[in-house]
């Protein structure tokens, strides 16, 4: 079940990037299960990764190889997140990149490894490595839309965009793939998305330019509020495009770079979204006249995360009550509900903290009877506007859950 999830479109390839896939058998045994990129020397990796507690063992390993200095390859499995699994854990995180290593003639420590699936059982390391050693020896620049398919866990279907901007009259091809259905409210980034470009960028900017793409796509959904053991968001940067180098944020290229990378990120970030485990409805929370982005972004997730919210939603109430507790639950100091005014799509619900004057039920059902729609909220208390994206509460949501590890 899914809310308008897109077809794969076209997805050129990006020069200095090969991308193979094989499987290891992990959880399913119908599709390939393993992802490996193997990236150009002078390729540029940026990444932000889980703040959770139980970060995963390939989180850990991945950030410290990344901190380490070159990246030439990126290793990613589903079925299986390798997380809550201790030394041992980290142990075979390191076999899975030393197999490709070995198969990509470069040092472990240029691997960077990812997980996504069941926690707390260890990986099957023996398959894993054969997989991996398969994947890396066929891999290939038109192989993206296998990558796509590979990451996947609970999700419906894959997930890949490609873009084209132009840097100073140079053409720059960005493509990106992402994994994520349930356990969705991302702490940094994502649950696992990973976009290659051919710009040429300095590590220092592409640092500054995955945080901010990361603030604008990533960190605005939420499925169901959980953040994962393995979240992370990687860019690659081959630098094979023939654009100026981009060295800071003053230079020319950046901002364009930095709009090429949202375009794929967001548009990644709300198909993940569409794709959210049983959603029926795709919903975007728009909340407006804040005084600052903490606090409009502080109301948007409490009304993104209220159990009421999603189930009504799911059920197609208007129920604009449960709206209201939780704008007036989401912590705002001194809020005047006398300021708050509430909108689903067009139709003003509640205007002054009170039930808008000529508001019909009938026209709340219709809004909420499609498949997508807004909720806004004005706030009345500044001028600052931000957007989250987010999906219902339905019953094929706790039975995805219920039956997981089934």
């Known amino acids: 079940m899914a809310v308008n999830l897109p077809e794969l479109g076209p997805l050129p390839p990006v020069g200095g990037v090969r991308v193979g896939t094989a499987g290891a058998g992990i959880k399913q045994h119908e599709r390939d299960d393993i992802a490996v990129f193997l990236l150009a020397p002078e390729t540029v990796v940026a990444g932000v990764f889980t703040r959770s507690a139980f970060r995963a063992a390939p989180v850990q390993i991945a950030s410290a190889h990344l901190a380490a200095g070159e990246v030439r390859a990126l290793v990613i499995n589903s079925g299986n997140a390798n997380a809550a699994t201790g030394e041992a854990g980290l142990e075979d995180a390191r076999a899975v990149c030393q197999a490709v290593a070995d198969a990509a003639g470069i040092s472990q420590t240029a691997v960077l490894p990812f997980s996504t699936g069941v926690i707390g059982e260890r990986l099957p390391v023996d398959r894993v490595r054969n997989a991996v050693v398969r994947a890396a020896d066929q891999a290939a620049e038109n192989c993206w839309p296998a990558a796509a398919r590979a990451i996947m866990t609970t999700d419906t279907g894959p997930k890949a965009v490609s873009h084209r901007v132009q840097i100073q009259g140079c053409p720059v091809t960005i493509n990106g793939i992402a994994k994520g259905a349930g356990m969705i409210r991302p702490d940094m980034a ?16 592409l640092d500054l330019l995955i945080r901010e793409v990361a603030d604008r796509s990533f960190n605005r959904i939420s499925i169901d509020g959980d953040t994962s053991t393995n979240d992370s968001f990687v860019i690659c940067a081959s630098g094979m495009a023939d654009n100026p180098p981009i060295t800071s944020r003053e230079d020319p290229g950046y901002q364009d770079l ?9 548009e990644l970030a709300t198909r993940i979204v569409r794709d959210g485990e049983g959603a029926t409805k795709f919903v975007t929370i728009r909340v407006r006249g804040g005084a600052d982005a903490e606090e409009c972004l502080q109301v948007a997730y409490t009304i993104a995360e209220s159990p009421l919210v ?26 005047d509900t006398r300021g708050v005014d509430l909108y689903l799509d067009d139709v003003c619900v509640a205007r002054g ?14 809004v909420m009877a499609q498949d997508e729609f807004e909720i806004r909220v004005e706030l009345g208390r500044g001028y600052v506007e931000e957007v989250v994206w987010t999906c219902d509460l339905s019953y094929e949501y706790v039975r995805i859950n219920a039956e997981y590890r089934t």
């Open 353 to 366: 903290g009170l039930m808008a004057q000529g508001y019909k039920e009938a026209d709340g059902v219709r």
């Open 190 to 205: 994502t649950m696992l998305a990973f976009v290659c470009c051919d710009a040429r960028v300095t590590r220092q900017c």
């Open 258 to 266: 930095l709009e090429g990378l949202c375009a794929v990120a967001v």
């Open 310 to 335: 999603k189930t009504a939603t799911f059920a197609g109430d208007p129920n604009w009550g449960r709206f209201c507790m939780a704008i007036g639950r989401s912590g705002l100091k001194d809020l």
